[in-house]
């Protein structure tokens, strides 16, 4: 059974930093898939933050986050990190893990099959 933990979030002013992780287990996929950073502030759809390939670590980033976030695994691809510095209000959001197959487009949220809980994120001005 796959399971997708997340930790990490909490409250900060603005220009802050966080680091959300993602503790993966009993995945099923090959050693080559996606895994991804999605967010849902209330009233919004859901949008894709940060995906990473985990066979080579190719990245990718919302516009929105460019510069300010960092994704990364570690070597033995269990853990999911999302290294968030100079916050916003605007990211103020639930943020959940997600992981999908190597076929998905990898900032596309209801392309992606296994989903944690989440971790609210609050950003104060």
């Known amino acids: 059974q796959v399971q997708l933990v997340e930790s990490g979030g909490g409250s900060v002013q603005a220009g802050g930093s966080l680091r959300l992780s993602c503790a993966a287990s009993?995945?099923?996929?090959?050693?080559?898939?996606?895994m991804g950073w999605f967010r849902q502030a209330p009233g919004k759809e859901r949008e894709g933050v940060a995906a990473?390939?985990?066979?080579?670590?190719?990245?990718y980033y919302a516009d929105s986050v460019k510069g300010r976030f960092t994704i990364s695994q570690d070597n033995a691809k269990t853990t999911l990190y999302l290294q968030m510095n100079s916050l916003k209000p605007d990211d103020t959001a639930m943020y959940y893990c997600?992981?999908?197959?190597?076929?998905?487009?990898?900032?596309?949220?209801?392309?992606?099959?296994?989903w944690g809980q989440g971790t609210q994120v609050t950003v104060s001005s």
């Open positions: 009993g995945y099923k996929y090959s050693s080559s898939y996606y």
């Open positions: 990473i390939y985990t066979s080579g670590g190719h990245t």
């Open positions: 997600a992981a999908g197959g190597a076929w998905v487009r990898p900032l596309i949220w209801n392309e992606y099959t296994y």
